[in-house]
């Protein structure tokens, strides 16, 4: 249910600020050569792990929010560039998907007339024809630290990388080598191994390296499957299934007529991250909310962005509602199927309090107070 002061010029006016202040995508020179180093990374890394003979590339997918055109810049003088690339390794036809659950989860099992792969054998579950995921990301893990990255420092003569970094938790901290003023450390990042690369002893931006299987591997009709636990920490062998590609194309083109459905998400993105009882909400229940606005709503002028900020949070909230949102992708996959039900009706509560008060003055002086929050931050920051 739309509220009248959901398109009031003051309230269209204090979103645009939130907006402008806490929600705005990174630009500039600093992308573009953030860019063009990603693409010195990805061809040595696929060169040195074909040579350990146990991870063929098959190619490199990108996806993520800053392909996307969502990602939010963390402060003026902190782009927080961030690069998720998928690699897609050879295999996966020779992989079919068995025992799939509502939370997106399956296990990968080995065609009769698989070809014998090492990578394969080395990851297989003992007595099955099982591919284990954490099996395959801790070899994966092993053989990027295998690649020798400071031999990097050969392919960055004539630019101002001075420093190389892989880094997660403290306590797996390795460093194995030293080169000239670059310096290299591997650690687990959830299912990726995170690289931070450091320009001039300031952080440059971040390249989040994932293994995935395409079991199908005809281009536009991938089935992806990346190697991310259920838990923190665990065994399990079970692959998630990812429509990070559908959801890249699904954004490709989104805002040609000049609209403001990227800008809504960049601002619900900010405003889940400024509320504690928000903040267990992911980007993936983020871009779900915004997807089925937009089969709802047809026009999404800039004139229209608070309507639709407010009927996207709507969407998320009829959703909490009935403690289910089916994946955009695939509606048999359930998003909140891991997540307390208290946890969701807490939000869904304070959701609701908020877009359908009698007046705006509250949700106001939320977002207000949340551009005076960032303001500070940022403030103190540029002291320090």
């Given at each position: ?221 991938e089935e992806m499957y990346v190697s991310k636990a259920k838990k923190k920490g665990s065994n399990d062998i079970q692959w998630l299934r990812s429509y990070s590609l559908d959801e890249k194309r699904k954004f490709d083109g989104m805002d040609r007529d000049n609209g403001c459905r990227k800008m809504v998400l960049r ?118």
């Amino acid at each position: 249910m739309s509220k009248e002061w959901h398109k009031s010029e003051e309230f269209q006016r204090c979103c645009r600020e939130f907006h402008d202040a806490c929600a705005r995508q990174p630009c500039g020179k600093n992308v573009d050569e953030a860019k063009e180093v990603l693409e010195l990374i990805k061809p040595y890394i696929a060169e040195k792990m074909a040579g350990q003979r146990i991870f063929e590339l098959k190619r490199y997918e990108h996806r993520g929010s800053t392909y996307e055109g969502v990602k939010i810049a963390k402060s003026p003088t902190d782009q927080d560039l961030e690069f998720d690339v998928m690699f897609v390794m050879t295999g996966g036809r020779d992989l079919e998907c068995h025992d799939m659950g509502l939370d997106g989860f399956a296990k990968l099992k080995l065609k009769s007339n698989a070809k014998p792969r090492e990578l394969f054998q080395k990851t297989k579950e003992k007595d099955t024809s099982y591919i284990s995921a954490i099996k395959t990301k801790n070899l994966f893990y092993s053989h990027l630290d295998g690649c020798k990255l400071k031999e990097f420092k050969e392919d960055f003569k004539g630019t101002d990388i001075t420093c190389i970094v892989v880094e997660s938790k403290p306590a797996k901290y390795r460093e194995d080598f030293k080169g000239d003023g670059l310096t290299c450390r591997l650690f687990d990042h959830g299912p990726a191994i995170k690289v931070v690369v450091y320009r001039d002893q300031d952080k440059f931006f971040t390249l989040d390296l994932a293994p995935h299987f395409d079991l199908n591997g005809e281009p536009g009709k991938e089935e992806m499957y990346v190697s991310k636990a259920k838990k923190k920490g665990s065994n399990d062998i079970q692959w998630l299934r990812s429509y990070s590609l559908d959801e890249k194309r699904k954004f490709d083109g989104m805002d040609r007529d000049n609209g403001c459905r990227k800008m809504v998400l960049r601002t619900m993105k900010a405003f889940v991250k400024s509320r504690a009882e928000l903040s267990w909400l992911t980007s993936q229940h983020l871009k779900t909310a915004l997807f089925r606005t937009i089969d709802a709503q047809q026009s999404w002028k800039q004139e229209e962005f608070s309507q639709r900020f407010m009927d996207t949070l709507g969407t998320l909230e009829e959703c909490l509602d009935k403690r289910t949102m089916p994946s955009y992708f695939q509606p048999g996959t359930d998003l909140f199927e891991n997540y307390k039900e208290e946890t969701m009706e807490a939000t869904t509560c304070r959701s609701r309090r908020l877009r359908l008060s009698n007046n705006c003055q509250s949700m106001m002086k939320l977002l207000s107070s949340s551009i005076n929050k960032w303001k500070a931050d940022n403030s103190v920051s540029q002291i320090v």
